[in-house]
């Protein structure tokens, strides 16, 4: 069964840098994507950022040039570098795990979630 736990959260004023971290632990035989996805409160929960096999990102038109993602294989863990930060990027910050299990099942995992707020 794979747990993540995630880390990095807190408050901070407007334009200010943020690095968050999530751990994957259990027993994973193969990572294919790893993400960060947020919801503020009244809203829809919105991708932030996405790697996947290779190496390859994607991210939301709202944090593109603000955020980066990286993920460690060797730690399974995954960052969310977040800098320039602005009042609306407050939210609850969720990670997930798409992968396959020693078992050889597909597994997909999230984390607690992270209350990132941002002043002004």
């Known amino acids: 069964q794979v747990q993540l736990v995630e880390s990095g959260g807190g408050a901070v004023q407007a334009g200010g840098s943020l690095r968050l971290s999530c751990a994957a632990s259990?027993?994973?035989?193969?990572?294919?994507?790893m993400g960060w996805w947020r919801q503020a409160p009244g809203k829809q929960r919105e991708l932030v950022a996405r790697?996947?096999?290779?190496?390859?990102?994607n991210y939301g038109d709202a944090v593109k040039g603000r955020f980066t993602i990286s993920g460690d294989n060797a730690k399974n863990t995954v960052y969310l570098q977040m800098n320039s930060l602005k009042p609306e990027d407050t939210a609850v910050y969720y990670c997930?795990?798409?992968?396959?299990?020693?078992?050889?099942?597909?597994?997909?995992?999230w984390g607690q979630g992270t209350q990132v707020t941002v002043s002004s």
């Open positions: 790697i996947v096999s290779g190496g390859y990102t």
């Open positions: 259990g027993s994973i035989f193969r990572i294919n994507a």
């Open positions: 997930n795990i798409d992968g396959v299990a020693t078992t050889r099942a597909q597994f997909n995992a």
